[in-house]
């Protein structure tokens, strides 16, 4: 095989592999009827999460605001369906402010569940420690 065909072979693998990596995005409002059991609360908030499916890095931003007083924490929970709780998977670092940014790299189990829809974001307050807002994160 000639140095050019052999280029061209290395790059037209190098670019189907770049064509199968994919970005899969997740969103969810959070709200406290969606807690379990369910809060009384103004609060309530936003999570956008993207995937990369190559790296199975987890990139998100999240904002909430109206809580019954600051964030003592965040994270995501799973796995879980609607309506049923489940341990913390994956802790915000500096949750305590809105808007949240953090990155976490994945299992290929939690990077499956995370695709079903079996996880859930949840900010906690003082006045609400087990969780004041909560929402299911949705492939969309």
Excluded: C
């Amino acid at each position: 095989m000639s140095r050019i065909a052999l280029a061209a072979f290395a790059a037209l693998a190098l670019s189907a592999g770049a064509a199968l990596a994919a970005t899969e995005t997740f969103t969810t409002t959070m709200d406290g009827k969606s807690e379990v059991p369910p809060k009384t609360t103004n609060g309530g908030g936003h999570v956008t999460a993207t995937l990369d499916t190559t790296t199975k890095v987890l990139t998100w931003d999240a904002t909430y605001s109206g809580l019954s007083g600051p964030a003592t924490m965040a994270h995501f929970h799973g796995p879980a369906a609607v309506g049923v709780n489940a341990p913390v998977v994956i802790p915000w670092q500096n949750a305590t402010s809105s808007p949240v940014h953090g990155t976490a790299t994945l299992t290929d189990t939690q990077m499956q569940d995370f695709e079903a829809g079996k996880y859930y974001a949840n900010v906690h307050t003082a006045a609400n420690p087990a969780g004041e807002i909560r929402g299911q994160m949705v492939k969309q």
